[in-house]
C-alpha cells in the first residue's frame, strides 16, 4: 500500500527536523493544519521507517512504545536535550517548530 497525500505530507515535514530536535505527534498535525495526533501516529507506525522515526514523540517527550531504547540511543547520538533521568526529550529545548 502506498502512502497517501497526507502521509507523504507528514513523511516530509519528519525528514526536515533537524538532527537534536523533535515533535510532538500533536506538533506535526499542527504544523501541517490537518489530521490530529493519532492521524499522525498511524502514518508513522505504516511508513515511518524510511525517515528519522524518533524525531516524532509524544508531547510529554516520550518516545514511540515499545520503540523506547532504540529512539533514545538515537536522541543521545544526535545530542537531543533530554530531561533529568535521561528517559524524555527536553520539550522546552529540543522542539522544532518548522522554521
Known sequence: MDPTPFAERVLDLV????PGHVM?????A???EEGGPRQVGRVMALWGGGVPWWRVIRADGSPAA????RAL???REEGTPLRPGGERVDMSLARWDGR
Do not use: N
Not at 510532538?24 to 506535526?28: A, I, K, M
Open 66 to 69: 515499545g520503540l523506547e531504547e
Open 24 to 28: 510532538s505527534y500533536g506538533d506535526v
Open 15 to 18: 525528514e526536515r527536523i533537524p
Open 30 to 32: 499542527e504544523y501541517l
Open 73 to 75: 540511543r538515537h536522541h
